[in-house]
């Protein structure tokens, strides 16, 4: 079972950048697609981006359409998730999962999770 651990968190201004990383360990990502979910204080966990093995299909959530990009190296063996633009409403942990396919609602093993936190 593939083993993910995300970095690159952290706390910025509203309208500010960051990317966060998604490594694999035990596995190779390859063979699986990868998708960023996020959860905010008292929420459930919601789909953020996914993306395909080959980067051939991505998934964006509405919320997020324009400012986040999803991309891979699979010679890296890491997964990134640009966010561009950042809100307040972007507060949250965010996690990385794997799945056999890029539908948001088929992904597991999922990280230890890094804060994001936007201030205003």
């Known amino acids: 079972q593939v083993q993910l651990v995300e970095s690159g968190g952290g706390l910025v201004q509203a309208g500010g950048s960051l990317r966060l990383s998604c490594a694999a360990s035990?596995?190779?990502?390859?063979?699986?697609?990868i998708g960023w979910f996020r959860q905010a204080s008292g929420k459930v966990r919601e789909f953020v981006a996914t993306?395909?093995?080959?980067?051939?299909?991505?998934y964006y959530a509405d919320s997020v359409k324009g400012r986040f990009t999803i991309s891979r190296d699979n010679a890296k063996n890491t997964v990134y998730l640009q966010m561009n633009g950042l809100k307040p409403e972007d507060t949250a942990v965010y996690y990385c999962?794997?799945?056999?396919?890029?539908?948001?609602?088929?992904?597991?093993?999922w990280g230890q999770g890094t804060q994001v936190t936007v201030s205003s």
């Open positions: 035990g596995r190779t990502l390859s063979s699986y697609a």
């Open positions: 999962g794997a799945g056999a396919n890029p539908t948001p609602a088929y992904f597991g093993s």
């Open positions: 993306i395909s093995w080959n980067s051939g299909i991505m």
